[in-house]
């Protein structure tokens, strides 16, 4: 149960679908609560409650809404399919989980329901009378609805452009490295053994997300337990798959609650710091294909990649997460230096016939070289490795 609300609260559909369904609480309350409009003041010159006008209006503001909104779809679906032509698919999750697209479709898809539903309660009443709030209401929510939808044609064209895309990609990553700084008190590195006494495996398959390790030290504090992850999060988990061990044998229950701490879903590893280097890597090899052959864009992703791995530098090696009750999480996310090979490799790869790009490269790879506690990665062998 608390798996599928999670996956609910991280659904792309809830802002949208959570607007929608108050826009139609607000219609019902309308249309229930009796109160003359007349009496107030500053509603008076407001409000009108000929049927036929009423008609008339909620009629226009579902066409103009409705007009509205599909336009704003197909928007979303040509910034989807641009994406993925130019740049890479792996960018869809990130694009659709901007929250203010969700709220002016929400937004604008409330409205439709909000005239819909008092439409339907007008032909169906007997009465003549309506409230004659109703229509002003829904003249005021199309105002908003165009105001956001002039907002939403700016913000669709700017997330078009690459500067915008690659300083998203790269802020994701950027707050998974600042989430694991703040525990960074209690990430520690250990060679101690850990001694395993059951051993949960995977029901599920996909891609391992980061875990909560604020609820990783609740849950192991509770049951005095200390657990170990085999897996690296984002890492690729097979079913029946060795995925965790436990340091003493607890109950199915506890087992069930702790095998839930680390959720396996077939989306994108969002929270996994090298999914934005992978990101990144992603555009500037298609930036230097022979379609899109631009430059620019790989100078672009190459300083983008560079001062993520300056903020990869400041989170210290570590293999254990140690509770307030110590009890001890042991897990690692990627090596530095193995995510360094994989960037300049793949990049190196695609970019070193230009000379212009290969320089700025090389660069790169000076300053990354130069971290604390990094061996050097030369030019010649990443030929050897090609």
């Known amino acids: 149960m608390l798996k599928v609300l999670k996956k609910i609260l ?23 609560i009796d109160i003359n409009y007349d009496e107030i003041a500053f509603l008076k010159k407001l409000v009108f409650n000929d049927k036929e006008d009423v008609q008339f209006v ?9 007009t509205l909104t599909i ?17 890479s698919p792996r960018l869809i999750p990130m694009i659709l989980s901007e929250k203010h697209h969700q709220i002016i479709l929400g937004f604008t898809s409330g409205t439709i329901i909000y005239a819909m539903t008092l439409s339907i309660a007008l032909n169906a009443k007997n009465s003549p009378e309506f409230p004659g709030i109703a229509a002003p209401l829904g003249v005021f929510f199309g105002i908003i609805s165009v105001l956001l939808f002039i907002y939403f044609i700016h ?5 078009i452009h690459i500067n915008y895309i690659v300083k998203e990609a790269y802020v994701e990553s950027y707050n998974t490295i600042k989430g694991l700084k703040k525990y960074e008190s209690k990430l ?20 391992l997300k980061m875990p909560d390790l604020g609820q990783v030290e609740r849950i192991l504090d509770k049951h005095q337990v200390s657990i170990s992850l085999h897996k690296h999060p984002g890492a690729f ?3 029946n798959e060795q995925l965790i061990s436990l340091s003493k044998s607890v109950s199915p229950e506890v087992q069930q609650s702790i095998y839930k701490l680390f959720p396996i879903d077939h989306t994108v590893p969002m929270d996994a710091i090298e999914t934005g280097f992978k990101h990144l890597v992603e555009i500037g ?34 293999n254990l997460f140690k509770t307030e009750n110590n009890n001890n999480f042991h897990f690692k996310i990627v090596e530095i230096e193995l995510l360094r090979d994989y960037c300049y490799l793949e990049l190196y790869r695609y970019i070193k016939e230009d000379p212009i790009v290969r320089a700025h490269l090389l660069n790169s790879l000076e300053i990354v070289n130069a971290l604390e506690g990094l061996t050097r990665l030369q030019i010649h062998m990443l030929d050897a490795k090609l």
């Open 237 to 239: 988990i097979r079913k």
């Open 285 to 318: 090899v298609k930036a230097m294909s022979p379609a899109i052959n631009d430059p620019g864009t790989a100078i672009t992703i190459i300083d983008y990649i560079t001062q993520l791995f300056i903020d990869r530098s400041q989170l210290k090696t570590f």
């Open 71 to 87: 336009f704003s779809y197909t928007m979303v679906m040509n910034v989807l399919n641009r994406n993925i032509n130019n740049y």
């Open 58 to 66: 909620l009629a226009f503001l579902i066409g103009g809404i409705f």
């Open 188 to 207: 520690q590195k250990t060679d101690e053994k850990f001694n395993s006494s059951i051993d949960i495996v995977s029901v599920e398959v996909g891609y």
């Open 155 to 159: 913000s669709v064209s700017r997330s």
């Open 10 to 32: 991280q659904s792309i559909a809830l802002v949208p679908s959570v607007l929608a369904l108050c826009f139609f609480v607000l219609a019902v309350l309308i249309i229930s």
